[in-house]
């Protein structure tokens, strides 16, 4: 399978004009491409890819309004065409019903005025050099803080420049899938606010609320930002700041995330989660929370790296009554608002709401996973 690994880079003032250059060139071809592809659509013509890319690109080198196209690699020019190709493939996909999953929209032009700008090289445009320094096409050699090995040669890089204005290698390497060691372990998981998860074996994970905890810091830059003129130097110094507390609160939750997604990949064989509605919940008066909790990245990781160390994930219907639902007697009671922690079933149990659930989620998830599989449930007269 294939994986990608960020790293940090460090470029000079004078290889931060070279990559501002190529974001820009980037995205005027970019943009030149789906232009060309909606114009040959509206006319009626068929253009292939080679003709589009020979027009926006070869061609376009050629005239005056376009020549500064030489000044960066051809790489990135062609990987630029690549990308525009896809999203216009994805967007007829979509519409056919070819592509699955939501459906997708007619592909924007890029802005110039976006935070975040990116370009995409091949092997023949970037190369990791004895120095240990990344070196890029007509940009030059990159510092870049290497906080591991790379497991294989890696067939792409992308240079990422996010809104902090922090600059990213992002290579794409070939992995090979490893199994862990078998353990007898097996665990559902109730999601929620309060705590951010509750495990059927009793573990307890504590919601850090980490946009909560820097709402003040937030406040403050905002309100700077807001007070700064249109157009200065210093608002784009303010917007800067709102964008480095903004990301340093996504990075603790994604290393929150990841940390505890690999620690219950590592000590349970098989895992079972809540298919929670999160886009729904995030259109109620709980959507900061619901937001803050990220939910969704969590159990994306739990279920990308079951998937590569050979452990079972599953998700639970939604609707199942995983909190009314006594894991003792099996009785399914009353509804139970959400300030109701613990309740009683008429069998004498006494249950915590959340460990309840976690129980019941990890029952369903073994039913379901043992049942017949379609197979006749039932002998044959």
């Known amino acids: ?25 980037a995205r005027v071809v970019y943009n030149d491409n789906l232009r060309a592809r909606e114009a040959a659509y ?9 003709e589009v890319q020979r027009r926006v690109v ?7 309004q376009r020549s500064w196209l030489a000044g960066v690699s051809s790489v990135v020019l062609v990987q630029a065409c690549q990308d525009a190709r896809t999203a216009y493939r994805n967007w007829f996909d979509s519409l056919s019903g070819k592509r699955k999953g939501p459906k997708l929209g007619k592909p924007r032009l890029r802005s110039r005025k976006d935070n975040r700008q990116a370009i995409r090289l091949t092997r023949n445009g970037f190369g990791v050099r004895a120095n240990r ?32 204005g922090r600059y990213f290698a992002s290579f ?70 709102v964008a480095r507390a903004h990301a340093r609160v996504a990075d603790t939750r994604r290393d929150f995330a990841h940390k505890h997604s690999t620690r219950i990949i590592r000590e349970n064989q098989a895992i079972f989660v809540e298919d ?43 609707w199942f009554p995983s909190t009314r639902l006594c894991s003792v007697c099996g009785v399914v009671g009353d509804s139970k608002p959400l300030q109701v922690r613990e309740w009683t079933c008429g069998c004498g149990a006494v249950h915590d709401r959340d460990l309840n659930a976690a129980r019941n989620i990890l029952a369903a998830g073994l039913a379901e996973s043992r049942n017949a599989c379609g197979g006749a449930v039932s002998p044959a007269a």
């Not at 998860?197 to 937030?218: C, K, M, T, W, Y």
């Not at 159990?299 to 079951?306: I, Q, S």
Request: with cysteine; net charge positive.
């Open 133 to 164: 320094k990344l070196y890029v096409a007509k940009v030059g050699e990159l510092k870049i803080a290497w906080s591991r090995e790379l497991p294989s040669e890696p067939s792409s890089v992308a240079i990422v420049k996010d809104s902090a």
């Open 276 to 318: 929670l509605c999160v886009k729904g919940l995030a259109r109620t008066n709980l959507a900061k929370s619901v937001h803050d909790a990220g939910w969704g990245m969590f159990t994306r990781l739990l279920e990308e790296k079951a998937r590569r160390y050979g452990r079972r994930f599953a998700r639970v219907d939604r």
């Open 42 to 50: 509206e006319a009626g013509v068929k253009l292939s890819d080679t």
């Open 1 to 25: 399978m294939q994986l990608r690994y960020n790293f940090r880079v460090y470029p000079t003032p004078g290889q931060r004009v070279a990559l501002a250059q190529a974001f820009g060139c």
């Open 58 to 64: 070869t061609d376009a080198k050629r005239t005056v």
């Open 172 to 241: 794409v390497v070939a992995v090979e899938d490893r199994s862990l060691p078998g353990v007898d372990s097996e665990v559902g998981i109730d999601l929620g606010l309060a705590t951010f998860a509750v495990l059927s074996n009793g573990r307890r994970i504590d919601s850090p609320r980490f946009l909560r905890q820097a709402e003040h810091r937030l406040k403050k830059a905002q309100r700077c930002l807001s007070r700064k003129e249109q157009g200065s130097q210093n608002r784009v110094k303010a917007r800067v700041r």
